[in-house]
């Protein structure tokens, strides 16, 4: 069975500007779940997506958005991006909401410059 | 959810039985002990999971003590690509009256598998 896909791979952006990146779940998982990783920061929760709704949302700024499709692919959107931003961004599926049973993809690698 | 400790490295011999132990002694009756580990560069992988009975999949066993206080990740035949680090996580699920907050790494244990 395939696992969870993120694209794109890397990124880099210059400051101001916006991204989206996407994420494609296992089959027949419904629920995707966002993180942001940094050094400094450790793994930090963003966002889970389930049946097209957010279900949940962690503390970062209106700035980080996302959506959810009804074959439960998702996207999140980063705008006026800033040098902080920089990070890897992981998207994780599970079968149900709230479900710490996830299964990450690889990442998405953002610099901003 | 309870906070779990965890030694910050370990090393283990190639093909030998790597042990992890977590401590998370406030931990409450409907929390589950969660096992992740994340190789360098790479998203975090699960591992396993468990209430209150020992578990097995294919990568490994969990061992939690009768009081529910501790556990212990066993990977039976340690290789070389199991060299990462490994997280310990309590969590209520949301079906027994938890929140829908994401996982949360601490430091976690940096396994080091010697050939």
């Known amino acids: 069975k395939a696992g969870v896909t993120q694209t794109p791979r890397y990124l880099i952006k210059t400051r101001g500007q916006q991204v989206t990146l996407s994420c494609s779940p296992i089959?027949?998982?419904?629920?995707v779940s966002w993180y942001q990783q940094t050094p400094g920061q450790g793994l930090q929760f963003l966002f889970e997506?389930?049946?097209?709704?957010?279900?949940n949302k962690g503390n970062f700024p209106g700035r980080f958005s996302g959506r959810q499709f009804s074959n439960s692919r998702s996207e999140m959107n980063v705008s006026t991006l800033e040098l902080g931003d920089s990070a890897l961004y992981l998207c994780?599926?599970?079968?149900?909401?709230?479900?710490?049973?996830?299964?990450f993809g690889p990442g998405t690698r953002l610099t901003v410059t | 959810d309870a906070k779990t400790t965890q030694p910050p490295s370990m090393d283990c011999a190639e093909g030998r039985a790597a042990n992890l132990p977590c401590n998370h002694s406030?931990?409450?009756?409907?929390?589950?002990v969660y096992w992740y580990r994340q190789i360098h560069s790479q998203g975090p992988q699960y591992i396993i999971h468990?209430?209150?009975n020992n578990e097995t999949n294919e990568m490994a066993s969990l061992i939690i003590t009768e009081d529910r206080k501790s556990s212990t990740l066993i990977l039976p035949h340690a290789t070389l690509r199991d060299t990462a680090v490994y997280y310990c996580?309590?969590?209520?699920?949301?079906?027994?009256?938890?929140?829908?907050?994401?996982?949360?790494f601490g430091k976690g244990t940096h396994l080091i598998i010697q050939p």
């Open positions: 994780a599926s599970s079968r149900t909401s709230a479900n710490y049973e996830q299964y």
């Open positions: 997506y389930f049946s097209e709704t957010q279900r």
């Open positions: 406030t931990i409450s009756g409907n929390e589950y």
């Open positions: 089959s027949g998982h419904r629920s």
């Open positions: 468990g209430l209150k």
């Open positions: 996580i309590v969590r209520v699920d949301l079906y027994s009256g938890g929140g829908a907050d994401g996982l949360t």
